[in-house]
């Protein structure tokens, strides 16, 4: 099976705070090539966060500075932390490795 798989949407509060998973079960993994993307009802996918070449933590601008991401090689895991949601982080977040894309999981934010 090439296709990651996504867990820990859900409902938040505008604040809140959400954790999202993300699994390879590929043999031949790399950390490297799993990234988080996202789709909001209408808009185009964009890129959330991943990690870099260098190990390093990458983010789109949007972020500013809410989310964290890590992962573990061995594990072939992703995880993004959310804090501070806002609105318009609402939509569907999608793992993606190489060019096989996730299921997703929705997250919702809303009063």
């Known amino acids: 099976q090439m296709q990651p798989v996504e867990s820990g949407g859900g409902l938040v509060q505008p604040g809140g705070s959400l954790r999202l998973s993300c699994v390879s079960t590929?043999?031949?993994?790399?950390?490297?090539?799993l990234n988080w993307y996202r789709q909001a009802p209408g808009k185009q996918r964009e890129f959330v966060a991943g990690i870099g070449r260098n190990a390093n933590q990458v983010y789109a601008p949007f972020v500013k500075g809410r989310f964290t991401v890590s992962g573990d090689n061995d594990k072939k895991t992703l995880t993004l932390e959310m804090n501070d949601l806002q609105s318009e982080d609402t939509g569907i977040y999608y793992c993606?490795?190489?060019?096989?894309w996730g299921q997703g999981t929705q997250v919702t934010i809303s009063s």
């Open positions: 993606r490795y190489g060019a096989h």
């Open positions: 590929v043999s031949d993994f790399n950390l490297y090539n």
